[in-house]
């Protein structure tokens, strides 16, 4: 019996599947969207969020195991620790989001998605308070010239 086993297997051997969720979250890391099924979406959601959670204590040692979960991809790490987390600093967690797509994949089928970062909610400038409405200037004098 498979339960408590939420492993998806994907169809592939352990270090494949590790290689291609890895390959999956550079993706999203540089391009910040992918379109892929929702199968490959829902497992590479998880990797996702754990990265920017590492990202987002910013130590060397968060780098380094940052680092070996993507297999050295430098450039998507430096995105990650620049970009990405110092956005998602007040989040604290959820930052990712799926969205199914209505078509399938051409060939097999296969349900499609959208795993994408979610927009950080960057703080709206205080809105200053309107002036008050000047009125029409008044009349200088309201006494009548004399001669």
């Known amino acids: 019996m498979r339960h408590l086993k939420r492993t998806a297997k994907l169809g592939r051997t352990s270090e494949h599947r590790n290689r291609m ?25 998880p990797v996702a969020e754990k990265m920017v959670t590492l990202a987002k204590r910013g130590t060397l040692h968060a780098r380094r195991l940052a680092l070996a979960r ?16 110092p956005a998602h600093k007040d989040r604290p967690g959820g930052y990712t989001r799926i969205i199914k797509l209505m078509h399938h994949r051409r060939g097999d089928a296969a349900p499609q998605a959208i795993l994408e970062f979610v927009e950080a909610a960057t703080p709206a400038p205080a809105a200053a308070e309107p002036a008050p ?12 010239p004399t001669a």
């Not at 969720?21 to 959601?45: D, F, M, N």
């Not at 993507?70 to 987390?85: G, M, P, S, T, V």
């Not at 409405?133 to 009548?144: G, H, L, M, R, V």
């Open 21 to 45: 969720l890895a390959s999956l979250v550079c993706s999203l890391i540089k391009h910040r969207r992918i379109t892929t099924t929702l199968a490959k979406a829902r497992a590479a959601r």
């Open 70 to 85: 993507l297999y050295q991809d430098k450039e998507a790490l430096r995105i990650l620790f620049r970009d990405i987390a």
């Open 133 to 144: 409405a000047e009125s029409s200037p008044a009349p200088a004098s309201t006494e009548k």
